[in-house]
């Protein structure tokens, strides 16, 4: 271990180090905004209401036609 210090010189006077701070872009990660469960589920609230719907407009014309 003397002999490794031994041959480095000693270093006398101020020490500079330039240190630049840059951005490290890391690569995106993609998420999608909705789960295909989510859109399925969605899809089929919507086929629902719009039975619902024309269920009740039928309903509607008949109480109408029988008034």
Do not use: W, Y
Not at 39 to 59: G, S
Request: aromatic letters at 2%.
């Amino acid at each position: 271990m003397l002999k490794a210090a031994a041959k480095r010189p000693e270093l006398s006077g101020p020490l500079f180090v330039e240190d630049i701070t840059t951005m490290v872009l890391c690569k995106p990660k993609l998420l999608p905004l909705k789960s295909l469960t989510l859109e399925k589920l969605e899809k089929m609230h919507q086929a629902a209401q719009n039975t619902i719907r024309q269920q009740e407009m039928a309903e509607k014309d008949q109480r109408q036609i029988t008034h």
